[in-house]
């Protein structure tokens, strides 16, 4: 049998396996050795996150330059504000006359009412509660303060002009927020020049026409009276009005017209300490709801002032 061709082939397949299986040998096993480690540390010409985040941003473009009023376009203004203006003073001056001077105040004080309406209709001012609330306190105020004035007067005519003239006072005062927009459109002094031109030419002559038909007596007033009125259309109008149009532009005109109303806890802080006067508890609260109304309409300008710094600091990196 082991002679045999079939045990021939077996044994010589046989030897050739062993003999491949012996020359057989394994591949090479990866090496264990250590390498050496990657370096995680940024390349500092690769921008990083948190620099993107401190990097300063670019400047932005300067706003373009406001577009100042010309002689013309103010005299146009003034031509319009000069006689809703004088209508407002006259009928308050009137009211005076026909009915008290706590009814008059009280009545007059509702012009901020007016402004905030008429404001919100020509798209000047925005209605808020909080806006709406101020006004409120502050004409609730100024009630508390003219029910101390026990002066007597005429009565329901005397109420109806001075309504008017509160109304026409919003009237005014939107009318100006309006035109003009921005107080760096306008020169001041050129503007109420204008406007003590339009009086001289235009309305002062209606003083004649009152004379003439018996409403009002015309006469040349003594030298103290001139004096007393020249002081007070310096001080009174001139320069109350001027600063007055700077904080309806700055601001708006419901701020304006409600900042008027601090005139009463400021005459009652001047008069307690320059005169020694005491106030009743009821004017006391008046003055205190007419500074919380103020603030009120403040708010929002308040909290717009506030984000606006914040955002300039930390422009500013100080924070």
């Not at 009211?95 to 798209?123: D, E, H, K, M, Q």
């Not at 708006?252 to 806890?265: D, K, N, Q, R």
Request: with cysteine.
């Amino acid at each position: 049998f082991a002679s045999s061709p079939l045990a021939r082939s077996t044994s010589s397949s046989s030897s050739s396996s062993s003999s491949s299986l012996s020359s057989y040998s394994a591949p090479p096993s990866p090496s264990l050795a250590p390498t050496s480690p990657v370096s995680t540390a940024p390349d500092p010409a690769t921008p990083t996150s948190s620099s993107l985040s401190h990097s300063p941003s670019p400047p932005s473009p300067p706003p373009p330059p406001i577009a100042k009023l010309s002689a013309y376009e103010t005299l146009k203004i003034a031509a319009v504000f000069c006689p809703v203006w004088f209508i407002a003073n006259y009928t308050f001056n009137l009211s005076l006359l026909l009915t008290s001077v706590a009814s008059s105040t009280i009545i007059s004080s509702t012009s901020s009412l007016w402004t905030l309406l008429l404001g919100t209709l020509l798209a000047v001012e925005q209605f808020t509660i909080v806006k709406f609330i101020g006004v409120v306190l502050a004409i609730v105020g100024v009630a508390c303060v003219g029910f101390t004035d026990n002066t007597a007067g005429e009565g329901l005519a005397g109420d109806i002009v001075s309504l008017l003239s509160a109304f026409f006072y919003a009237c005014y005062a939107v009318i100006l927020k309006r035109m003009i927009g921005d107080e760096e459109r306008i020169h001041g002094p050129m503007f109420f020049g204008f406007v003590g031109l339009c009086n001289l030419l235009f309305l002062w002559p209606l003083g004649f026409v009152l004379d003439w038909t018996g409403v009002e007596e015309f006469e040349w007033p003594s030298e103290e009276v001139f004096g007393f009125l020249l002081l007070n259309g310096l001080i009174g109008t001139v320069l109350s009005d001027y600063f007055w149009l700077l904080a309806v532009l700055l601001t708006s005109p419901v701020v304006g017209t409600v900042g008027l109303s601090l005139t009463i806890p400021g005459a009652m802080v001047a008069d307690a300490l320059f005169w020694g006067d005491t106030f009743s508890f009821l004017y006391v609260v008046g003055c205190i709801l007419v500074i919380l109304g103020f603030l009120a309409v403040n708010s929002s300008e308040i909290v717009v002032g506030i984000r606006a710094l914040r955002k300039r600091v930390r422009q500013q990196g100080l924070c």
